[in-house]
């Protein structure tokens, strides 16, 4: 049963939002490279950057497809060289997310950016690794990796890329897709999921972002991912509305991003009310929250001043992005409690 809180008015959602706790589930730690931290790692490191200042580099976020996004952001990531790079820049991001009451969070990283640069894998998944331990201690964020392949490169790149990340493999705990969509299926990438599957790894793809709902299908039936990476473009077929209704598949719906990449010409446009009202379970999420106007709480602040969303809404993003995590079942089960007992104090 959806839980409704009637008492709860319009004006008390912005202040409800930042409250409540929360997970994020889709966020690419390379896009949470703000300009500044940029700059201070190309000095550092002594990388060439393309733009002469922070405000020559933020004034280029102005994007008119994924395509034109990514070629920004592969650049803006030159600068990470070492280990403590890759520590400082997810660091920065978890103590964000701790001041905005995320308690959990699953953090992509794209190894092939770097080690096509020379970068070595243990000096990102070290990195890494190092902040999100810190996190756990130092402010009580729990946060966990997931290695993402980039689609636009081919498979034997990507089970290349895997066969060097294994020495690590505790380190993190998922495989997912990303980068370019459209013209690079899920399909093609039907071996190195199997792969991952076998390694026990937790899957997830980007998919139906602005490829068609047939990349979701193939998502789920060829790599046999467990969670949908935006999935906004489902609503376009009803038998797949249906499907992902019926087995709980999570979308981790990024509403800035989406808005910034032109999947939806404003955030009132966009399709967050109608796949929750259609019974899935769409979370919430900042994509890459340096490049797209906000981090996770600007997404749920501008999205709910938006759209006709409640604090019924409100409850229930925030208890899918718990349920739909790679977290055992007795830490959701605190972390709702905790979501529970932030709407009993609004009361
Ligand atoms: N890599 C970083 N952000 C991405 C996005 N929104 N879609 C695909 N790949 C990405
Ligand atoms: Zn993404």
New binding site residues.
Partial sequence: MKKTFPHIPRERLPALLAAMPKAELHI?I??SLEPELIFELAKRNGVALAYPSVEALRAAYAFTD?QS??DI?YAGASVLLTEDDFHDMAWAYLRRAAAENVLHTEI?F?PQTHTARGVPMEAVIHGLKRAADRAGAELGVSAQLIL?FLRHLSEDDALQTLEQALPLREHFIGAGL????RGHPPEKFARVFARCRELGLRLVA?AG?EGPPEYIWNALDVLKVERI??GVRCLGDPALVQRLAREHIPLTV?PL?NVK?CVFDQLGAHNLGELLSAGLAATVNS??PAYFGGYLNQNYLETFAALPLDAGHAYTLARNSFEASFADQADKARWIERLDATFEQFR
């Fill in positions: 690419h390379e896009g994924l996004f990514l952001y992509f794209d993402c990303d980068s370019s969509e980007h972002e990476d935006h990024c991003s990449l994509d890459d």
